[in-house]
């Protein structure tokens, strides 16, 4: 890139969300909040495949509607929107959850995104039986995506981790996008990072100061 021949930029794939938990008028606080259910979120997912965006961040957590289970519930309501669902390692075993996000890509003729999500609120992830300290659960979510990477890819999976294994496993109905839909992944520890680099499509980071961003990404 010079200042004679600038390249062209790439332009940005701009992403709405998909208030899950409830919407309302003030972020944080119950006052003038609405309920958000399955008609009111398909109302939004419309009007934002409507409008043009690239796709839709459907949250993930206690205080949430299942993301998978909303996305496919709204999804057939809609033509190019893409749905970026959370993938929660620990919480699924990978041969299953490979089944599951496989269906949804097909559902959408490949119109899913993966957002892969490892932490959360220590007292959430304890109430679901997901005990490990911080590290363990990267390590255990890199046993996990190695497992249902491959299955998604077709292999005939033969792993035998720290925390999970595989003995011969397949996926009979593969995702239309291949060789799987798109990683994307968050975290600003350096397990994360680590994780991030070696098994994600996409990174993801909080709204912080430039700098703080830009360190980070170099990182990974």
């Not at 912080?208 to 980070?216: N, Q, R």
Request: charged share 15%; proline share 8%.
């Amino acid at each position: 890139m010079n200042a004679i021949n600038p390249a062209p930029a790439r332009p940005l794939d701009m992403m709405w969300f998909l208030p899950t938990g409830g919407d309302g008028r003030y972020l944080g606080s119950a006052a003038g909040q609405r309920v958000a259910d399955n008609r009111y979120l398909r109302a939004v997912a419309e009007a934002t495949d409507r409008l043009g965006y690239h796709g839709i961040l459907l949250p993930t957590g206690n205080g949430c509607e299942d993301a998978l289970v909303t996305a496919a519930s709204i999804a057939p309501f809609t033509e190019r929107l893409r749905f970026l669902v959370a993938l929660r390692p620990g919480q699924t075993l990978p041969g299953e959850a490979a089944r599951q996000y496989a269906a949804l890509d097909r559902l959408t003729a490949g119109r899913l995104l993966v957002n892969v999500v490892c932490g959360g609120n220590p007292a959430d992830l304890a109430g679901d039986g997901l005990t490990l300290g911080h590290d363990e659960r990267y390590a255990q979510a890199a046993d996990f995506l190695h497992i249902w990477r491959g299955l998604m890819a077709g292999d005939t999976v033969q792993h035998t981790g720290e925390y999970l294994s595989s003995k011969g496993g397949r996926l009979l109905f593969p995702p239309v996008q291949a060789p799987h839909p798109p990683i994307y992944f968050g975290g600003s520890s350096p397990a994360a990072h680590a994780l991030a680099a070696a098994q994600a499509d996409a990174y993801l980071t909080w709204g912080e100061p430039p700098a703080a961003v830009a360190g980070k990404i170099a990182d990974v």
